[in-house]
């Protein structure tokens, strides 16, 4: 990548750069304008999170249906994020080595979970998987049902995430082991899956975000049944809903800080994934 | 990796099962339950003057905040990328918030400080502002869950281009301006559209966010996604389906945009 040899005549063009005192402007109320939308509201959820006392806080995280709305979410999320992340490895193979005819329209109909809005996501799901679909498969209001919304939300993610390094990968070393009397399975378990183990996990961890916080998709599928289909995000919602917003502040203060070690474990991830580059 | 044409075959038919049973299948069956009772009948249940306030809000509220976050994404990305200063690493980690985090949560972030019982909520009642249950609340969501779209498809162009070309044009007499106009954003465009595509189809289709800090009043707070909501919770389900569908068509106008838009984009990202 250019982007990482500096040459002399860039650093001398840093040195003095032109827009100095513009940048640092932009930059004043680039940073202002995020703090107002994005800063001061998460810091408000934290902080208002102990508004009725560290008491009040510890019963709300801690009452029977908040802990198993959250337990749910993780785990219906962690298996979200491993069902794709096999059968999204396996479509971008497919997207990358295989030839056969309307591969670029699959390719470019990947990307509709991220178009679609996750309201509508649900609706479709219920139409096809719910009381009235035309197959007769009703999982609706069951536990299937999350993990069925949450594969459509996350499907792109690891695709997207594998497909560009399965195309940069080196076909030599492929045909090195084969030519070395290598079997498929070998090939694949011992040079494929190595080299795409970043990727794979990156894109993992992006749906995992995605997952415990999503709502719209979820909604209508699910049912909301506590302490059975009842995710946190749905959770959260009804105790706003029932005018309890410094109880839904505790609770949504746990699932921000899942989310904030999910990003945080992404960086780790995507820094050892370009250490595994060169 | 030489597979033999029986494995090859074998795990494009599964690829592209799941993707049929969890994408196209679905996706199909809403049109074809959308449509089953005729053009005429989706035509009026996506013309009454409840869908036809919430189409409209919900582009007035895309044309809002899609703007703001373009500008800010120009500006945080030129910030980012050309910028030496304290705490880079932490901004750069900041912006991709809204990516992270739950919709539901983001709707009682902005409760919380705009609501009445805000932080801010009380001054802005006194100055007569409204935020929660009303329009601005709904702009502010949006450009919430929008924020990072522009800031992280230009910031890689910009990295790529490097400035040399700004530098030539201030030796040879061009203000910061003149070079902006004529070098920075003529270079960044593709990068640029990508990234507003991407947030148009967010602002359009966002609804957890939304649907905490709207109040769903109808005709007057009530975006396409909520009337969608709205409609299947009152069993009107034919309703709920021609909103869905016309949110669908949005959603493969925006994939079809991506497309067109994706190879210039990348041209552009290596040159």
Do not use: C
């Not at chain 1, 508004?51 to 009452?63: E, I, M, N, R």
């Not at chain 1, 080299?195 to 998709?217: M, Q, T, V, W």
């Not at chain 2, 779209?149 to 910031?155: G, H, I, L, N, Q």
């Not at chain 2, 465009?189 to 905490?212: D, K, N, P, Q, T």
Request: aromatic residues 8%.
């Amino acid at each position: 990548m250019s982007s990482t040899t500096i040459t002399p005549d860039r650093v001398a063009a840093r040195r003095r750069p032109a827009w100095r005192s513009s940048g640092a402007l932009g930059l004043g109320v680039a940073t202002l304008w995020l703090s107002i939308i994005v800063l001061i509201p998460l810091a408000a959820v934290v902080v208002r999170s102990t508004d009725g006392g560290l008491s009040t806080f510890w019963d709300a995280v801690s009452s029977r249906q908040a802990v198993s709305a959250l337990r749910f979410t993780l785990l219906v999320s962690l298996l979200t994020a491993a069902v794709n992340a096999v059968f999204g490895t396996m479509i971008a193979w497919v997207l990358v080595r295989d030839r056969f005819p309307g591969k670029r329209l699959v390719n470019a109909l990947i990307d509709l979970p991220f178009a679609l809005p996750t309201i509508v996501a649900g609706l479709v799901l219920l139409t096809l998987y719910g009381p009235r679909s035309p197959f007769g498969i009703n999982i609706a209001y069951t536990q299937w049902s999350v993990l069925l919304a949450l594969l459509f939300v996350t499907l792109p993610f690891i695709i997207r995430s594998v497909q560009p390094v399965l195309i940069e990968l080196d076909r030599e070393m492929e045909e090195a082991a084969l030519s070395l009397g290598a079997r498929n399975f070998t090939v694949f378990r011992r040079i494929i899956l190595p080299n795409l183990a970043p990727a794979i996990l990156s894109g993992g961890a992006l749906a995992f975000a995605r997952a415990i916080g999503e709502f719209g998709s979820v909604v209508l599928i699910s049912g909301n049944v506590p302490f059975h289909t009842q995710v946190s995000s749905v959770f959260i919602f009804k105790q706003i809903e029932s005018d309890a917003p410094i109880e839904a502040a505790a609770t949504a203060t746990v699932l921000l800080l899942v989310s904030l070690l999910v990003l945080f474990a992404i960086r780790l991830v995507g820094q050892w994934g370009s250490r595994h580059d060169r | 990796m030489t597979v033999s044409r029986p494995w090859r075959i074998a795990l494009r038919t599964v690829g592209l099962v799941y993707l049929a049973g969890l994408l196209l299948v679905p996706v199909g069956v809403v049109f074809y339950r959308t449509f089953e009772h005729g053009v005429g009948a989706v035509w009026d249940s996506i013309t009454t003057p409840a869908a036809i306030s919430a189409f409209t809000l919900t582009l007035e509220v895309t044309a809002i905040a899609v703007p703001l976050n373009a500008i800010f994404g120009i500006v945080m990305a030129l910030a980012l990328v050309r910028g030496r200063f304290r705490g880079k690493g932490l901004l750069n980690a900041l912006i991709d918030l809204p990516f992270a985090i739950s919709p539901v949560v983001i709707g009682l972030s902005l409760v919380l400080v705009y609501g009445v019982h805000g932080w801010f909520g009380g001054a802005l009642a006194d100055a007569g502002i409204q935020v929660i249950f009303a329009v601005p609340g709904i702009v502010l969501a949006t450009i919430f869950v929008s924020l990072p779209f522009v800031v992280r498809e230009v910031a890689p162009v910009l990295r790529e281009i490097g400035d040399e070309q700004e530098q030539a044009a201030a030796t040879l007499g061009a203000n910061g301006w003149q070079s902006f106009w004529r070098i920075t954003l003529p270079s960044i465009r593709w990068g640029l559209i990508y990234g507003v595509v991407l947030s148009v189809a967010r602002a359009i289709g966002e609804f957890g966010a939304v649907s905490v800090v709207s109040g769903q009043i109808s005709g007057q707070t009530q975006t396409l996604t909520l009337l969608v909501q709205k409609r299947y919770t009152n069993f009107d389900l034919s309703g709920a389906y021609a909103a869905s569908a016309l949110l669908a068509v949005i959603a493969l106008l925006t994939l079809l945009a991506m497309t067109l838009i994706n190879p210039r984009r990348e041209e552009e990202d290596r040159a």
